[in-house]
């Protein structure tokens, strides 16, 4: 019987978790009888992560050497989390049991729209993005809409951080290093998209070749690395138990 493949919680793991995980598989397979491996695309996969993985174990070297790097990751994140508090607001006026709060979220929602996954662009990309995006919003176009929702706030804090994060950008070291660390949002969505990729693969191959050893093996060590990292995700990310009461 085929094992389904553990779904896996990347966005709970670190930058270097998800290096890890990869970098794990990696060795895994390595363990697998050459004889078996007889499969050219599994290979090629296999080749190809190895070749993003060291690129972004690479990046993250460099981003843990320099100070200034982290200052502008953790700008980045500020932004990231201006933009989406901004959208959460709006999506409660959509629910409002006022039509104009309603139709205003509508109008700023059809805005937003192009803007919804802005956080998953590289660093330039993204500013541009929100500049944009900032000017449009201020604009008599829609700044009636977002001062008659009272969501100005929330344009000024995505202004505000974006700003922050452009002067620490602009004033970046020039050189491979911040090359390396400017691409690292970028390396870690490919990273983990082609590694999903390889992961269906093996699945579906499994499925149609169940007696193929090679992808029996596969499947089965993808599951096990998947599992203790998504424990690891588990045990980090759950609610404290509460202490229990004592017995009266």
């Given at each position: 019987?085929?094992?389904?493949?553990?779904?896996?919680?990347?966005?709970?793991?670190?930058?270097?978790e998800?290096?890890?995980?990869?970098?794990r598989?990696?060795?895994?397979?390595?363990?697998?009888?050459?004889?078996?491996?007889?499969?050219?695309?599994?290979?090629?996969?296999?080749?190809?992560?190895?070749?993003?993985?060291?690129?972004?174990?690479?990046?993250?070297?460099?981003?843990?050497?320099?100070e200034?790097?982290?200052?502008?990751?953790l700008?980045?994140n500020d932004?990231?989390k201006?933009g989406?508090?901004?959208?959460?607001?709006?999506?409660l006026?959509?629910?409002?049991?006022?039509?104009?709060?309603?139709e205003?979220?509508?109008?700023l929602?059809?805005?937003?729209?192009?803007?919804?996954?802005?956080?998953?662009?590289?660093?330039?990309?993204?500013?541009i993005?929100?500049?944009?995006?900032?000017?449009?919003?201020?604009?008599?176009?829609?700044?009636?809409?977002?001062?008659?929702?009272?969501?100005?706030r929330?344009?000024?804090?995505?202004?505000?951080?974006?700003?922050?994060?452009?002067?620490?950008?602009?004033?970046?070291?020039?050189?491979?290093?911040?090359?390396?660390?400017?691409?690292?949002?970028?390396?870690?969505?490919?990273?983990v998209?082609?590694?999903?990729?390889?992961?269906?693969?093996v699945?579906?191959?499994?499925?149609?070749n169940?007696?193929?050893?090679?992808?029996?093996?596969?499947?089965?060590?993808?599951?096990?690395?998947?599992?203790?990292?998504?424990?690891?995700?588990?045990?980090?990310?759950?609610?404290?138990?509460?202490?229990?009461?004592?017995?009266?």
């Amino acid at each position: 019987m085929t094992q389904i493949l553990e779904a896996l919680k990347t966005a709970g793991l670190t930058n270097m978790e998800i290096g890890q995980l990869i970098n794990r598989h990696l060795n895994d397979f390595d363990t697998i009888d050459p004889a078996l491996r007889t499969d050219a695309p599994f290979d090629n996969y296999t080749q190809d992560l190895a070749v993003r993985t060291t690129y972004y174990q690479k990046g993250l070297a460099q981003a843990q050497k320099n100070e200034e790097t982290e200052k502008i990751v953790l700008a980045d994140n500020d932004r990231d989390k201006s933009g989406k508090a901004f959208r959460a607001g709006l999506k409660l006026y959509a629910l409002s049991d006022d039509p104009q709060e309603v139709e205003a979220s509508r109008a700023l929602s059809i805005l937003l729209s192009p803007y919804k996954d802005f956080e998953t662009l590289n660093y330039e990309a993204q500013t541009i993005a929100m500049d944009k995006l900032i000017g449009e919003l201020l604009s008599p176009a829609y700044s009636n809409k977002v001062s008659y929702l009272q969501m100005d706030r929330y344009v000024l804090r995505m202004q505000a951080t974006n700003n922050a994060f452009k002067t620490l950008f602009s004033g970046r070291m020039v050189g491979t290093a911040m090359t390396e660390t400017y691409d690292m949002k970028t390396l870690r969505r490919d990273l983990v998209n082609k590694y999903g990729d390889f992961a269906k693969y093996v699945l579906a191959m499994a499925k149609a070749n169940p007696d193929n050893q090679l992808f029996a093996k596969a499947l089965n060590l993808l599951n096990t690395a998947r599992k203790y990292y998504n424990d690891m995700v588990s045990k980090r990310t759950a609610p404290k138990a509460a202490k229990e009461k004592p017995a009266v």
